[in-house]
């Protein structure tokens, strides 16, 4: 028997894992003959997109629900090792250390927030990087009540990326409805060390300014942290920021076990895939997600996201079986990129391009964030093998063009929801 071993069951994983059961099934192959077997460090698939907002049980997929049905076996446990020779992953489980051979391998372990030596960092910052850091977060925020330091209801969100932006737009509403009578002393920060906050966001970088300013989120650029403590924060001008909450958002790294490759990483750590999502110079090892960087339109590299994981993932599921049974794989173009940035209550962004021009802004695109966030990126969890594999086809959507998006923005926003990955 044949054994292909994806790691990680996160946007990449899963769907790797879906997509290499759904091409088997299409060309007839047993699982006696092949099989697929996840592994994942917890048994559910976290829509970790989701994690800034309040209610978590909702970002949770228990693996059971979509791996049961079409038959594919999977292990919850922690992977510690690689045998790239030997063909062979290192797992600890509940019930001590174990291993597992391989044929392929599909490596999206993800990707992990970057967290400098910054004093105080790693004991008084929280994040929603992970659906764990997201529960301490709720768990604090819950406790914030019986609390009486100075700027007991400020959080300050250190980052103004995608993730920082979201968090930053969530907390004054859900801040305010904690402190009841104390709704007065809420505050929120968002923090950058750069000299324009989400400067990034082309088109949307104004409109990410005058949500937050609707939000009463106070825009701190230029900001230059030193250390984080029990109080809130210091800054290197000597300047202290009173807050029982910091949310450190600082960008995303891959995972460190890319360092067991002797590939060249790019700045992220992310393993080198060719257009088949074979790790270039690694036999017999395919990667997606965040794990992996490809040219997607030949010229862009992959972002961070699962907007490029989930194509990844079902490419790289499909590629592995046609690799091991010696048959013609598929490359992944996708040439077609948007941004959907929820704004919280004030609503949502939503740009085209890598150079993000304004498509829709407001509760028009609160309403595709939402169909994206709450159905789109969900695998189906009615226990149907026929909807979970037909979810998995390696294609792409045909992108909407900017010249046919119509005239009103709603008409914009419903075009461009059909086709949004
Ligand atoms: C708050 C937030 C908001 C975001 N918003 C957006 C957005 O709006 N749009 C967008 O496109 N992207 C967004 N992203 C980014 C997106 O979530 C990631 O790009 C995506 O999750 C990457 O998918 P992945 O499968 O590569 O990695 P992950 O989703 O991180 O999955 C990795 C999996 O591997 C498992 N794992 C890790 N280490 C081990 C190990 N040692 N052993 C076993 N299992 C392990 C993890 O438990 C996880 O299940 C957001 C991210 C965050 C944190």
């Given at each position: 028997m044949k054994r292909i071993v994806v790691l990680g069951a996160g946007f990449a994983g899963l769907w790797s894992a879906i997509g290499a059961a759904r091409k088997l099934e299409e060309l007839r192959v047993s699982r006696d003959e092949v099989e697929v077997v996840v592994i994942n460090k917890y048994?559910?698939?976290?829509?970790?997109?989701r994690n800034y907002e309040e209610h978590l049980e909702e970002t949770i997929v228990p693996l059971s629900e979509v791996l049961n049905p079409i038959g594919v076996r999977w292990i919850e446990g922690d992977v510690s090792d690689i045998d790239l020779d030997g063909k062979a992953v290192v797992i600890e489980t509940s019930t001590g250390r174990t291993s597992q051979s391989y044929d392929r391998l599909v490596f999206a372990l993800g990707s992990k927030l970057v967290r400098p030596p910054i004093k105080g960092l790693g004991s008084y910052a929280f994040d929603v990087d992970t659906y764990q850091g997201a529960k301490r977060l709720e768990?604090?925020?819950?406790?914030?009540?019986?609390?009486?330091?100075p700027g007991r209801y400020t959080a300050l969100v250190i980052g103004a990326g995608l993730t920082g932006v979201e968090i930053a737009a969530e907390l004054p509403a859900r801040l305010r409805k904690l402190a009841g009578g104390d709704a007065a002393d809420v505050k929120v920060i968002l923090a950058d060390r750069t000299p324009l906050?989400?400067?990034?966001?082309?088109?949307?970088?104004p409109v990410i300014e005058h949500a937050m300013a609707a939000l009463e989120v106070e825009l701190r650029p230029s900001f230059f942290l030193r250390e984080?403590?029990?109080q809130g924060a210091i800054l290197t001008s000597?300047?202290?920021?009173?807050a029982s909450t910091v949310i450190w958002c600082g960008g995303m790294r891959a995972h460190p076990m890319t360092e067991l490759f002797s590939v060249i990483h790019d700045k992220q750590g992310r393993l080198p895939v060719d257009s088949f999502l074979r790790v270039k110079g690694v036999a017999d090892v395919f990667a997606a997600g965040d794990a992996a960087s490809l040219l997607i339109d030949g010229r862009h590299e992959t972002m961070m996201?699962?907007?490029h994981g989930r194509p990844m993932g079902r490419f790289a599921g499909h590629n592995v079986v046609c690799d091991l049974l010696g048959l013609e794989m598929l490359p992944l173009q996708v040439d077609w990129y948007t941004t959907v940035l929820d704004l919280g209550p004030w609503g949502a962004v939503y740009t085209w391009g890598w150079d993000r021009q304004l498509a829709a802004e407001g509760m028009t695109a609160k309403r595709v964030k939402q169909r994206i966030n709450c159905e789109r990126i969900y695998p189906p969890r009615n226990g149907s093998k026929a909807d979970i594999f037909e979810a998995a086809r390696a294609e792409i959507d045909a992108p909407p063009k900017l010249a046919n998006l119509g005239k009103s923005r709603r008409a914009q926003t419903d075009t461009a929801v059909e086709s949004v990955d």
């Amino acid at each position: 028997m044949k054994r292909i071993v994806v790691l990680g069951a996160g946007f990449a994983g899963l769907w790797s894992a879906i997509g290499a059961a759904r091409k088997l099934e299409e060309l007839r192959v047993s699982r006696d003959e092949v099989e697929v077997v996840v592994i994942n460090k917890y048994p559910f698939h976290n829509i970790r997109v989701r994690n800034y907002e309040e209610h978590l049980e909702e970002t949770i997929v228990p693996l059971s629900e979509v791996l049961n049905p079409i038959g594919v076996r999977w292990i919850e446990g922690d992977v510690s090792d690689i045998d790239l020779d030997g063909k062979a992953v290192v797992i600890e489980t509940s019930t001590g250390r174990t291993s597992q051979s391989y044929d392929r391998l599909v490596f999206a372990l993800g990707s992990k927030l970057v967290r400098p030596p910054i004093k105080g960092l790693g004991s008084y910052a929280f994040d929603v990087d992970t659906y764990q850091g997201a529960k301490r977060l709720e768990a604090h925020l819950a406790g914030l009540a019986s609390s009486h330091a100075p700027g007991r209801y400020t959080a300050l969100v250190i980052g103004a990326g995608l993730t920082g932006v979201e968090i930053a737009a969530e907390l004054p509403a859900r801040l305010r409805k904690l402190a009841g009578g104390d709704a007065a002393d809420v505050k929120v920060i968002l923090a950058d060390r750069t000299p324009l906050i989400a400067q990034e966001m082309g088109e949307a970088q104004p409109v990410i300014e005058h949500a937050m300013a609707a939000l009463e989120v106070e825009l701190r650029p230029s900001f230059f942290l030193r250390e984080i403590d029990e109080q809130g924060a210091i800054l290197t001008s000597g300047e202290r920021i009173f807050a029982s909450t910091v949310i450190w958002c600082g960008g995303m790294r891959a995972h460190p076990m890319t360092e067991l490759f002797s590939v060249i990483h790019d700045k992220q750590g992310r393993l080198p895939v060719d257009s088949f999502l074979r790790v270039k110079g690694v036999a017999d090892v395919f990667a997606a997600g965040d794990a992996a960087s490809l040219l997607i339109d030949g010229r862009h590299e992959t972002m961070m996201s699962c907007q490029h994981g989930r194509p990844m993932g079902r490419f790289a599921g499909h590629n592995v079986v046609c690799d091991l049974l010696g048959l013609e794989m598929l490359p992944l173009q996708v040439d077609w990129y948007t941004t959907v940035l929820d704004l919280g209550p004030w609503g949502a962004v939503y740009t085209w391009g890598w150079d993000r021009q304004l498509a829709a802004e407001g509760m028009t695109a609160k309403r595709v964030k939402q169909r994206i966030n709450c159905e789109r990126i969900y695998p189906p969890r009615n226990g149907s093998k026929a909807d979970i594999f037909e979810a998995a086809r390696a294609e792409i959507d045909a992108p909407p063009k900017l010249a046919n998006l119509g005239k009103s923005r709603r008409a914009q926003t419903d075009t461009a929801v059909e086709s949004v990955d």
